[in-house]
């Protein structure tokens, strides 16, 4: 699956899964510190409501300790992605967070418009009309689809209220 | 005959006209979300479970339910024509439908796959009719521990079943169970791993979950790979079909075996996935023309989508008798019963007559609805493969967005689904499986509620779960399941040193 010889590098297969496993302990970890504020022992009313949480964070940081030592063992320099791989992913997390974070001030439909034009102008290098088309049409049916026929509203903003909708 | 009276019923609930309407809809879409790439059968049910709160909750699940048969009938169709699976249980098809699709043989291989995943789906549906009512009277008897013992079955069978290694299967269910307990613990009302923020009092939704660990996840994975559609053309007319049944019947033992590993598979949550995989490991091992596999045989193409079918609606068998959902899917199905309100599990067969047997009845036309649908609209879904990922992955995407938000009515939910589909990507390429702990987030706080139930009645002692015949042999069952792959290992050791 290596075509372009420029980016056949990239963080090892090894790296970065023993990043997940500890962020997978960290989390673990955290859960029991929660639960113990919570209290882990019996109560009145029997098991305190840190009681289960506690003993799930044991088995997850347990299980990443197994996890990190069967990961470690194995070494067979195989990568997690190519840079250009990773940098096509990012292509699509880092517009869809933007996209996400826009939402609460533009409303769901102008957000949308925006998103699905940058999308299909700039990685699939479509004709304006094309994307106008698609980027305009979605939102108009999404809209006559949830709030007309199913009745389920979805964000707005200043644009909408202008519009009356 | 009781049962007999009540699915007659259920028909007359089914074919009520909006119902059937409703049924069509939810094929023709689920078929949708089979074929594109992103969308599968959970989180295709997940963002258009929304749509459903204003409908009865009968027409709800006929709806849904009718989406993830769609879906599990689109996903042969992409794997057939593109060798693309649109769906994990329809990477079996690959092996032998793309080769026949190679040859020209895309309509048998497309007739011969529809068929038998309509079977399969037959099959398993006879078995949900005629075995659910028992399960769930049995199952009116159990108490918190048996419960619990139930719940710890299900979740002992994914470490033991599952094909990813059984410490990241454990960690993946770990994480679900501790996102399930974040908010209000639901026994002393007392606030727990919230750490102040008010956005997690009422904890993680898992229909959040589900949209951003296999939806978004889903499309990341998807833009790595860089996918770019190239497929035969799908010519399929009567004649074609036609030809193809008179040859089917001549694999029945391969159907019949495949579907009770499909059903098997099913009701244990190992799922839809592994079930084809092993139909299509045995059958290849079984069939005369074994060697001929994965060269365009049409049995390689019945045994996998057969299994695949069988155990995707054997997973309901578990979610209706015993609320313990079978699948990713079928959790969400359930998600979708709590919203409407009504409480999963064997009560439902006593208090709510007429949705259980409304919903079976739906199981078998729905899957002839679907199998004609598929049959005369596969150029059409084919065609619609062939947009180019780059106009489909922003629709996908603003959909898992309107799907998240809708929920709640919520946007810090749509920040939620992106973080967990960045999680979901990277959990899926360090080969952690994500079904467990979408499984956990759904039941957990149920688990939680026996267990704490149980040990209330026994003053902490674990015992409890041991204390009878019924509990204990279902723990037994659970602790089998839990170590199956070292007994296998163990087993095969044993006999290689005898030998």
Known sequence: ?165 | MEELVNLFHGFAVALQPFNIMVMVVGIVLGVLIGVLPGLGGANGVAILLPLTFSMSPTSAIIMLSCIYWGALFGGAITSILFNIPGEPWSVATTFDGYPMAQKGKAGEALTAAFTSSFVGALFAVVMITLVAPLVASFALQFGPAEKFAVYFLAFCSFVGLSKEPPFKTIAAMMIGFALAAVGLDSITGQLRLTFGMTHLLNGFDFLIAVIGLFGIGEILLTMEEGLAFRGGNAKINLRVVLQTWKELPAYWITSLRSCLIGCWMGVTPAGATPASFMSYGIAKRVAKKGNNFGKGEIEGVVAPETAAHAAGTAALLPMLSLGVPGSPTAAVLLGGLLIWGLQPGPMLFVEQKEFVWGLIASMYLGNIVGLLVVLTCVPVFAAILRVPFSIIAPLILVLCAIGAYSVHSSTFDVVLMLVFGVIGYLLKKANYPLAPLVLAIVLGDKAEEAFRQSLLGSQGSLGIFFSNTLVSSIMVLGLIALFWSAIQQGYTRLRGATA
């Open chain 1, 1 to 165: 699956m290596t075509t372009g010889s420029s980016s056949n590098t990239g963080p090892t297969h090894k790296l970065v899964e023993a990043g997940i496993t500890l962020l997978i302990a960290l989390f673990g970890v955290i859960v029991i510190a929660g639960s113990l504020k919570a209290g882990i022992n019996w109560g009145a009313e029997g098991p305190r409501a840190g009681f289960f949480p506690f003993y799930i964070g044991i088995f997850i940081v347990a299980s990443s300790a197994v996890n990190l030592w069967n990961g470690l063992r194995e070494d067979d320099g195989r990568l997690f992605a190519e840079w250009g791989q990773l940098r096509q992913v990012m292509s699509v997390v880092i517009p869809t967070a933007i996209y996400v974070g826009a939402m609460p001030f533009t409303g769901l439909y102008v957000a949308s418009i925006f998103f699905i034009a940058w999308f299909m102008r700039w990685l699939g290098k479509y004709p304006w009309l094309t994307v106008l088309a698609v980027a305009l049409g979605m939102p108009i049916v999404t809209y006559f689809i949830f709030e007309r026929w199913f009745m389920v509203p979805l964000p707005k903003g200043p644009v909408e209220e202008w519009l009356d909708l």
